[in-house]
């Protein structure tokens, strides 16, 4: 059973946009917070931002201004909007959830921004 769906993930030009979602089960959605890491090629993966189940955001300090994520209760989803893509942003985007119900990662979405 996949606890987490992402999806929106493809090629973009440096300096475009994107919104990447992670739709979750609802009890997982409810109870944990969720959060996006990335994994780019030959490096660790990295948190990009969390997200409480009350809302309440967190960045890494190297995502603060460009990033920014949010949720939508009745989708169950949460998002990553993305602005000024680079070419350094390229990594495959994992959602995650960890909380009283868990911890679980999505399959991941890839990014890939030319320039």
């Known amino acids: 059973q996949r606890h987490l769906v992402e999806s929106g993930g493809g090629l973009v030009q440096a300096g475009g946009s994107l919104r990447l979602s992670c739709a979750a089960s609802p009890i997982i959605f409810s109870i944990n917070a969720m959060g996006w890491f990335r994994q780019a090629p030959g490096k660790q993966r990295e948190l990009v931002a969390t997200?409480?189940?009350?809302?309440?955001?967190k960045y890494a300090d190297s995502m603060k201004g460009r990033f920014t994520i949010s949720r939508d209760t009745a989708k169950n989803t949460v998002y990553l909007h993305v602005n000024s893509l680079k070419p350094e942003d390229t990594a495959v985007y994992y959602c995650?959830?960890?909380?009283?119900?868990?911890?679980?990662w999505g399959q991941g979405t890839q990014v890939t921004v030319s320039s």
């Open positions: 995650n959830s960890d909380g009283l119900s868990g911890s679980y």
């Open positions: 997200i409480t189940s009350r809302g309440r955001t």
